[in-house]
């Protein structure tokens, strides 16, 4: 953002420059305090002011073998402290090039603090200290900001490589002229009756001042470009100024007689062309305000000005607490104060139009989702569930409300509006419906059987599931350990909630085999751990169905004998059951009821 630029001065011909207001010398280098000189184009260089020197700072011998080609000098003193900088406004054609030197004299200036020697292929208008006024970041011809404190004194030199030029303007600025908005500059420096060069607006009326003691009479001359010619009539001690030109007053005081010079320009000040009211929406970029610039502008040369809203219309005025040019907008109306100043003269300006900017609200939906639909439900809601009125809701179905009933799996997008004249303000959240498969537990290992044993739930499906045992939490892992024997309940959750699974399991242990031929050594077949079970009852078959045995807490085991007769090698299954918490007899699931007798 540029940075309080204040005294601009105007282009004025060459024959203005001759009147004092450009010195080739150093040693009579032009002092400057408030309203900056005007210089209408350099010729020569006059005495080498660097004594054969090839080069000072970033300056190096031109053409004409010394440093200074077409020069011009100026010099000032601060007067506060803080931040100061510089514009030097030229025709984009021409090459200038400058050296600032912090010195109190041109007999010691040492080498410039700062300086630019940069060539203008880029056509830029202005080089300098601190900002471009035109607000580009980019270009190379600015140096760092001065910080400065009072009574440091600066000598500066404006150099330019040809012999033809239209000349420069010097414009401050920086934040000191904030915090001492008529006295940065020590014009002490200045001895002179009218004061240093005046720049003002065409709409302005400057006074002359040329009071003195003991004078007994004025006589006030004009120069437009043709020499001056006395101003008939005007006697007094001031005299009122509205037109540009050179002024020269003779103060004829008892002792003597005193002439003063000073030159006045006037610049017409920009007008602020009607601006349409806007209608925009609601966001995190916010509205840009320079692309009303043309509006304002108008057929204004965007060049020659620069365009800045404020919230106000004494802000506006006053030029201060500038809005930023991505105005983040809240919802509702707002007026913007537009104000245009000129580049060369910023106290040229026009504040006489504003607009009204009317954010509407942007409907804030939910990030895209993705949905699951179970294999036995009929349908999933989808959408907005806390809709607003202020909205219209629409899906890509072509229904108008703002949830959908979905019994489909497929891609659901809802759009919503909100809306005024031509200006549409719209956000969209895409529902992803995926069909999944109802999980089951499709078996569960059991290993190790012992005190502690180890179970692992198998699910039916890949999928993403939480398992649990008993009371304990739910986990991500489908094994657990130390499983003690007896009856457990088991659950399985699937993340997407379509179901939560819950099994009553019996952890019990039984060896695969058993050989009954009294040798002592696996003549017997039991379930181990069915002692933890309320009321087990183990039902044995052979592979036809027919029952050959029941076991229980009190007769658990087996010596592969019916009806006293033993029974042949083969493959025998069994069937477990318990009295559950709830006092039902149910069956033991998951368990392999499948073993051998061996002969």
């Excluded at 005193?258 to 006045?264: A, R």
Aim: proline share 5%; glycine share 8%; net charge negative.
């Amino acid at each position: 953002m540029l940075r309080h630029v204040i005294i601009f001065f105007l282009f004025l011909m060459a024959y203005h420059a001759a009147l004092g207001q450009i010195s080739s010398e150093c040693s009579n280098a032009i002092p400057i305090c408030y309203n900056t000189p005007i210089n209408g184009g350099t010729i020569g260089y006059g005495i080498d002011d660097f004594n054969g020197a090839v080069s000072s700072g970033c300056l190096e011998a031109t053409t004409t073998g010394a440093i200074e080609s077409n020069s011009a000098w100026y010099r000032f003193r601060a007067n506060a402290a803080g931040q100061l900088g510089f514009n030097i406004g030229h025709d984009s054609s021409e090459d200038w090039d400058f050296a600032l030197y912090q010195a109190a004299d041109c007999n010691n200036l040492g080498e410039p603090i700062r300086c630019n020697f940069f060539d203008n292929r880029d056509e830029n208008s202005f080089i300098g200290i601190g900002e471009d006024p035109t607000g580009d970041t980019s270009t190379l011809q600015y140096g760092e900001w001065l910080m400065v404190e009072p009574g440091q004194d600066f000598y500066l030199l404006i150099n330019n490589f040809s012999d033809v030029n239209s000349g420069f303007s010097i414009q401050f600025s920086g934040d000191v002229f904030e915090t001492n908005p008529y006295d940065a500059l020590d014009c002490s420096i200045i001895n002179n009756l009218l004061g240093p060069p005046i720049a003002a607006c065409s709409n302005e009326v400057v006074v002359l001042d040329a009071t003195s003691p003991n004078a007994t009479n004025y006589v006030w001359y004009q120069d437009v470009g043709s020499g001056f010619e006395e101003i008939i009539g005007e006697n007094n001690a001031t005299y009122q100024v509205t037109q540009s030109a050179m002024y020269r007053v003779l103060v004829v005081t008892t002792t003597e007689q005193i002439i003063s010079e000073v030159q006045v320009a006037f610049l017409s000040p920009p007008t602020t062309n009607p601006i349409i009211d806007e209608i925009t929406c609601e966001n995190s970029i916010g509205f840009d305000l320079t692309s009303k610039d043309n509006e304002a502008l108008g057929n204004q040369n965007s060049a020659d000005y620069i365009v800045s809203y404020y919230s106000s219309q004494a802000d506006a005025d006053l030029g201060v607490n500038e809005l930023p040019k991505q105005l983040i907008t809240t919802p509702g109306i707002q007026t913007i104060f537009a104000r245009i100043a000129s580049v060369q003269n910023p106290n040229c300006f026009d504040a006489t139009a504003s607009f009204e900017l009317n954010t509407l609200i942007t409907p804030m939906l939910g990030t895209d989702e993705e949905i699951y639909l179970c294999d036995l439900s009929s349908f999933v809601t989808i959408g907005e569930s806390i809709p607003s009125i202020e909205f219209e809701y629409s899906w890509n179905t072509g229904e108008t409300t703002p949830e959908l009933n979905v019994s489909q799996p497929g891609q659901y997008i809802l759009t919503a509006t909100s809306s005024l004249a031509n200006v549409f303000c719209v956000r969209t959240q895409t529902f992803t419906v995926i069909e999944t498969e109802l999980p089951e537990i499709l078996e569960v290992l059991f290993s190790d059987f012992s005190i502690e044993n180890t179970v692992e739930i198998v699910p039916n499906a890949l999928g993403d599931f939480e398992f649990r045992i008993d009371d304990e939490p739910y986990q991500s892992s489908p094994v657990f350990e130390g499983v003690l024997p007896g009856n457990h309940t088991i659950y399985m959750r699937d993340l997407q909630g379509c179901a939560t699974i819950i099994e009553e399991i019996a952890v019990i242990g039984y060896l695969p085999y058993f050989t009954p031929n009294g040798d002592g050594v696996n003549d017997n077949w039991n379930l181990m751990g069915i002692e933890h079970l309320n009321d087990p009852v183990v039902s044995i078959f052979d592979r036809y169905g027919k029952a050959l045995k029941t076991l229980n807490n009190s007769s658990n085991d087996w010596d592969g004998t019916h009806n006293g007769e033993p029974l042949p090698g083969s493959d025998y299954w069994f069937q477990l059951s318990f009295i559950d918490d709830n006092g039902n007899r149910i069956n033991a699931k998951f368990i392999e009821n499948h073993f051998s007798l061996r002969r």
